[in-house]
């Protein structure tokens, strides 16, 4: 997404421990804890896998966006933001233990999971459903999509994380 999506700029920014905005870990933490996890399961031959979420608006028009006043623009922001930081307050009550997850782009976060592609679908599945309901009553009209993908013993941690981030951005 871009800062032009709601016609100024979504706060992103962390102290190198935690998203100032939503309270998520940062970026820095769950890259090295994702090391130590592909490290563990090159050992024990146990399956990782990541899901992304993204938040998007839904009926995103460009020409509505840019016809927005500046204070009509700063209340969509707010409310984009309120629906981050609820988004990463849902990802952090409902992970499971072991799991970890980072805000790592503007609009939206990365959950490393302990387990293979199809508890991934699954996670993303039931993430979808708790979050569905809660998007239904906001002011800005907004969807979450999501994408899985496992870790593949003969792939390099930056080689995988360079895969999802295309499909991460490729959207």
């Given at each position: 997404m ?16 935690l ?83 980072s ?52 792939l ?16």
């Amino acid at each position: 997404m871009s800062s032009n999506l709601v016609h100024g700029a979504i706060e992103f920014s962390n102290n190198g421990v935690l998203d100032s905005l939503t309270g998520a870990p940062a970026p820095k933490t769950f890259f090295d804890n994702l090391a130590r996890e592909i490290s563990q399961s090159r050992r024990r031959t146990k399956p990782i896998a990541i899901v992304t979420i993204k938040l998007l608006p839904k009926n995103y028009d460009a020409k509505k966006i840019k016809k927005l006043t500046t204070q009509q623009a700063s209340q969509r922001n707010l409310e984009f933001e309120k629906l981050l930081a609820l988004l990463s307050n849902k990802i952090k009550n409902n992970m499971r233990g072991g799991d970890f997850y980072s805000r790592v782009a503007e609009n939206g976060f990365w959950l490393c999971l302990q387990g293979d592609l199809s508890q991934a679908i699954i996670t993303a599945k039931r993430f979808e459903d708790i979050l569905s309901e809660k998007f239904k009553t906001s002011n800005v009209k907004a969807h979450v999509e999501f994408s899985t993908s496992e870790w593949n013993r003969d792939l390099d941690m930056n080689k995988w994380i360079a895969e999802i981030d295309r499909q991460y951005f490729a959207s």
